[in-house]
């Protein structure tokens, strides 16, 4: 079965202790990119990858960092967590080749609090 | 960056016709999208519309797109409860295959 998949689903720590959310798909996609969605603000991107070794900042990139060192993964990493990083955040996959629609394909979601 | 903005919440009655609309900026975006949130699930993507396009019908779904007013709408026929969730539009930018999200529309069908 197609599907992204990120780990935690809920997660709740405290002001900076570092954490890692991870995030892996199985469509052999190049394209993969995290978002944070909040109340009247909608999605928001914060980092996104082309390929392998390839990333770029997203909109809000602040706070977090990525790596894509293999295809199928693209970890989110919270060196220092601030309760402002308090969100829901997904994860999605999509191929950049072809004509379109490049329909893009979201995880479950990760609902982080930080105290 | 460019702004797609939308209404924030719609309420419409079971059998009533839902229109949500959205406004974005880019004037060369070659793919607008609809996707459809479910409570406590991620975004599936519900329907797209090429650029070249004004209208795509699909089933009860009908998505109406103007490029002089950058107006994009989703028409949902005979609305069910199971429509209720939250509807974002986007818009991808071919250029920079970038796609930017709209702040979605809340749609609760009242039985």
């Known amino acids: 079965e197609a599907q992204v998949t990120q780990n935690p689903r809920y997660l709740i720590t405290v002001t900076g202790k570092k954490l890692t959310v991870t995030c892996s798909q199985n469509?052999?996609?190049?394209?993969m990119s995290w978002y944070r969605q909040d109340p009247g603000l909608g999605l928001r991107q914060i980092y996104y990858?082309?390929?392998?070794?390839?990333?770029d900042k997203g909109d809000v990139p602040e706070g977090y960092k990525v790596s894509r060192k293999e295809k199928r993964n693209f970890p989110l990493i919270l060196e220092s967590p601030s309760p402002n990083q308090t969100s829901l955040y997904f994860c999605?996959?999509?191929?950049?080749?072809?004509?379109?629609?490049?329909?893009?394909?979201f995880g479950p979601g990760t609902r982080l609090t930080v105290t | 960056g460019e702004d797609v903005e939308q209404s924030l919440f719609l309420s419409v009655r079971e059998g009533d016709s839902s229109v949500i609309n959205c406004t974005y900026t880019?004037?060369?975006?070659?793919?607008l999208y609809w996707y459809k949130q479910e409570p406590g699930a991620g975004l599936q993507l519900l329907t797209y519309?090429?650029?070249?396009?004004d209208m795509k019908q699909d089933q009860r779904l009908t998505v109406l797109l103007n490029k002089k007013d950058k107006h994009l709408s989703l028409r949902i026929a005979d609305t069910q409860t199971g429509d209720s969730a939250i509807y974002f539009c986007?818009?991808?930018?071919?250029?920079?295959?970038?796609?930017?999200f709209g702040t979605g529309t809340k749609l609760q069908v009242i039985p």
């Open positions: 999605a996959s999509r191929s950049i080749t072809g004509q379109g629609p490049y329909e893009q394909y």
């Open positions: 469509m052999n996609h190049e394209y």
């Open positions: 990858s082309m390929n392998v070794e390839v990333t």
């Open positions: 880019d004037s060369s975006s070659t793919y």
């Open positions: 519309i090429f650029s070249n396009m």
């Open positions: 986007a818009e991808h930018s071919g250029g920079y295959q970038k796609v930017t």
